[in-house]
């Protein structure tokens, strides 16, 4: 299957700082990549949707000024949780859509792990 | 009703045991199914697409029906190894866009 990385795989912040997480797709190029988030024992939520040159698509509820989500090119998107505080402590995950005939497929990174102290 | 529905389980099975999970979606319009595989603090890992004449990848078997808006993941010969979540997911839309999952039914197989 594709492989999608993510960077970096833990990180540990005080309350107030902002968080970049870059979601990198190494064989393919994707236009469009999901951002996830995911606490202790719940599944997994979509946060937003990530367009390749065009503004992130944002579910309910999330606030787009606090996650901030850049799709510069069609290998790279990166999340930014900006003044992050305890509450953000979660998985962050991110998915690249498939490529050739299998566009419907999603591959998905190794998750980020973040803990604000 | 939820999108995607699923028993949460745990599933305790023996080792070698066959076990059957099954999902039902309430879309009669989605285009695209999948099992995915998720270990505890892990991300999510593609398992098997899901077809309505049914796929079998090994010890894993995986089938559609349509008209009953029902999937279902078939493990003969369990091993320990298939501990994990499993993933019921959904592409309502079947190209490059978002996923409905399922909560996940766990499985835990022993000795």
């Known amino acids: 299957g594709a492989v999608v990385s993510q960077h970096p795989s833990r990180v540990i912040c005080k309350s107030g700082t902002s968080v970049k997480i870059e979601c990198r797709s190494l064989d393919f190029q994707a236009t469009t990549m999901f951002w996830y988030r995911q606490f202790p024992k719940q599944s997994l939520m979509l946060m937003a949707t990530s367009n390749e040159g065009s503004k992130a698509t944002y579910e309910q509820g999330v606030e787009k000024d606090k996650f901030l989500i850049n799709h510069a090119s069609l290998t790279l998107s990166t999340l930014t949780v900006t003044s992050a505080h305890p509450e953000d402590s979660s998985f962050y995950i991110c998915s690249a859509g498939g490529q050739g005939s299998r566009t419907d497929t999603q591959y998905f990174g190794p998750g980020t792990r973040l803990t604000v102290l | 009703r939820k999108e995607v529905e699923q028993d949460p389980g745990p599933f305790n099975v023996p080792e070698g045991a066959t076990v059957a999970f099954n999902c039902t979606y309430s879309?009669?319009?989605?285009?695209?199914f999948f099992w995915y595989r998720q270990d505890c603090r892990k991300e999510p890992k593609l398992l098997m697409s899901?077809?309505?004449s049914g796929n079998e990848d090994g010890r894993f078997t995986a089938q559609l029906n349509r008209a009953s808006q029902y999937i279902s993941l078939l493990i003969r010969d369990s091993k320990l190894s298939d501990s994990a979540t499993y993933l019921c997911?959904?592409?309502?839309?079947?190209?490059?866009?978002?996923?409905?999952f399922g909560t996940g039914t766990r499985l835990q197989v022993t000795l």
């Open positions: 879309n009669s319009a989605s285009q695209s």
């Open positions: 899901v077809y309505s």
């Open positions: 997911v959904v592409n309502p839309a079947g190209t490059a866009s978002k996923l409905t």
